[in-house]
């Protein structure tokens, strides 16, 4: 059996869950068996009806009267004894901060290796993988052979698409009900801040405008803004605009911010660095903007106009309004 660590918005599967179950299936396919999720039922249970279009047979919802919040440990915890009550050749997470830092806890607790970041898995002889996983900020990709009792697995973010399994299950349901200590409660969370941005966030955007140094200056985001609101999309920026205080750190898509995965990426004036295509690989469709045709974002670029973003761009601006 193939255990997946779902995270959830409300009683919906997040986005980053569904690409994981995407891998969780190949893997449960592979090994020729099944594919049950893990939840945390909190003050609200997760919906059960969307994850049988995924091929999920099985759904354990943990309860306890001190899991409402996320608790780290606690969460790591609670996963750890249930795989050891059903015994899973794998066990996989979605590829954000907190599906990796829960399989960590996991791994610490059980002593098995874990492998974060996979782009690719083959199931293999004798229960083991063979992984290829992006390293030093995706600057290379690493290939290796994983074997363990239950092997702990992440999908890099937005590597893999979302896709419904051939044939619809109506999956099961059971609670679990973990031992906690007071110990694995002393790191949780107390509050959510929501940050005060306007707009769509740069995670949810179908359409991104990127700003780079070559913007020159904050106010030239101007004519960024206008293309993105004419496309119904939003703007970030490089590390080097934001570290000239042209824009807010929440803008910034990288391998130290956003990652994002919209349906079509146009930077402009970025030179593209390796840190800056970590954090923009999950874009469907790049266009670049930029006046050097040697530019690394040229090169990784599906399309690219080759001159002066503050020619290129309003006239692109008017173009889009005429039309």
């Known amino acids: 059996m193939t255990l997946a660590f779902v995270e959830r918005e409300g009683s919906d599967p ?18 020729g068996e099944s594919l049950d999720v893990v939840a945390f039922a909190g003050g609200s249970r997760l919906s059960v009806d969307e994850l049988g279009a995924y091929g999920v047979d099985e759904v354990y919802h943990v309860v306890h009267d001190r899991l409402d919040g996320y608790a780290p440990e606690a969460w790591g ?12 050749s ?13 399989l960590a806890h996991v791994g610490a607790t059980l002593d098995v290796p874990m492998a974060a970041n996979c782009i690719g898995i083959d199931v293999v002889e004798d229960g083991a993988y063979e992984l290829r996983r992006n390293r030093w900020g995706g600057s290379l990709i690493e290939h290796a052979r ?8 992440t999908p890099a973010e937005h590597e893999f698409p979302i896709e419904k399994a051939e044939s619809t299950t109506d999956p099961s349901e059971s609670e679990f009900t973990p031992s906690l200590e007071d110990t694995q409660f002393r790191v949780q969370v107390e509050r959510v801040e929501r940050a005060d941005e306007e707009g769509i966030p740069l995670g949810e955007a179908r359409v991104v405008i ?7 200056g904050p106010d030239a985001y101007d004519q960024l803004e206008e293309l993105a609101d004419l496309l119904g999309g939003t703007v970030g ?8 205080g042209w824009r807010p750190h929440d803008d910034q898509i990288g391998q130290t911010g956003a990652k994002i995965s919209p349906d079509i990426y146009i930077p402009c004036g970025i030179s593209g660095a390796v840190q ?26 599906d399309y690219a106009v080759i001159g002066d973003l503050h020619e290129i761009v309003p006239e692109l601006n008017d173009t889009i309004r005429e039309a």
């Not at 794998?90 to 829960?102: C, I, K, L, N, S």
């Not at 990127?210 to 020159?216: E, H, I, K, T």
């Not at 920026?237 to 000239?244: C, D, K, Q, T, Y």
């Open 276 to 301: 800056h295509m970590v954090g923009c690989k999950g874009a469907e469709t790049i266009l670049a903007i930029n006046t050097d045709p040697e530019a690394a974002i040229i090169q990784k670029a």
């Open 210 to 216: 990127g700003g780079g140094r070559g913007v020159g």
């Open 77 to 88: 915890e609670s996963v750890a004894q249930l795989a050891s009550d059903v015994d899973p």
């Open 14 to 31: 997040t986005e980053e869950t569904l690409e994981m179950l995407t891998l969780a299936r190949e893997l449960a396919d592979g090994d």
């Open 90 to 102: 794998a066990v996989v997470a979605p590829g954000t901060d907190r599906g990796h830092e829960v």
């Open 237 to 244: 920026a490089s590390r080097a605009a934001v570290n000239e």
């Open 146 to 153: 994983l074997e363990a009792g239950t092997t702990l697995l």
